[in-house]
């Protein structure tokens, strides 16, 4: 008896020092600290997805999403929605084992810095966004603290984060083997900074808050710049080409995990 005392005081202990992780679905809700400007310090939870089981000496592919306007917050449980959902079910994970990052930006703020709704794209601001790079500042961190195949970084995300994709990917595109923005839009200037990196980005041509025109002028401009690129258009689709682009058993997430980043030079 007292050695089951003994044992179960100890139990106890243990689960007050060490409280269980907080968890969404498939995912586990971690904390990051931003490290400057307006919000320093302060803490910023997101979505983590880990292959359902890590084998040792071996490392995993990487994708990072950014979320629309309608997920910011900071609730972590409303990022538990579209393309987090899909690609935590069961056949993708056991088809495709990754590791998935999904960061939160704060409400009435945006991965970018111009409107979506704007027809007209706007230049390239010097800095990222604070929210953008919290979404760096995790990206990295993860980079350095987990099994990760840094070839392998996919990035994606829809309507405003179809947009931070597009800057994200201008940023920095030595860190991403892929990239597919959905409905949303970038400056079509610096399209020649990411003509090495493999897209596919895609568009409903009845999309009413993100104009279709945003897409179809970043696909040209990378054409032109020699990208490459490929795009979709949803006929008779709205603000929701993110259904039917990442449902597709076919489409991107099989290209997606085809891609890897160059050998260096």
Known sequence: MKSFLRSLCALLISSACCPAAEVIGEYEVRTHHFTGGTYQNEPFRYLLLSPQKIEPD????????LHGAGER?????KLHIHFPVQIAQPEWRAKYPCFVLVPQCRDEERWM??????LESSPLPEKPSEQLQMAIEILEHSLKSLPIDSDRVY???LSMGGYGSWEL???RPE???AVAPVCGGGDETQAAKIKA???????????TAVPVERSRRMVEALKKAGGNVKYTEYAGVGHNSWTPFYSDPEGVLPWMFQQKRPAKK
Do not use: E
């Open 155 to 157: 990035l994606t995300g």
């Open 175 to 177: 860190l991403f083997a």
């Open 73 to 77: 917050g900071n609730d972590p449980a």
């Open 197 to 207: 990196i493999p897209i596919w980005t895609a568009h409903g041509d009845q999309d």
């Open 113 to 118: 810095g111009a409107p979506w709704s704007r």
């Open 169 to 171: 990917a201008m940023r």
């Open 58 to 65: 071996r490392k995993y592919p990487l994708i990072l999403f």
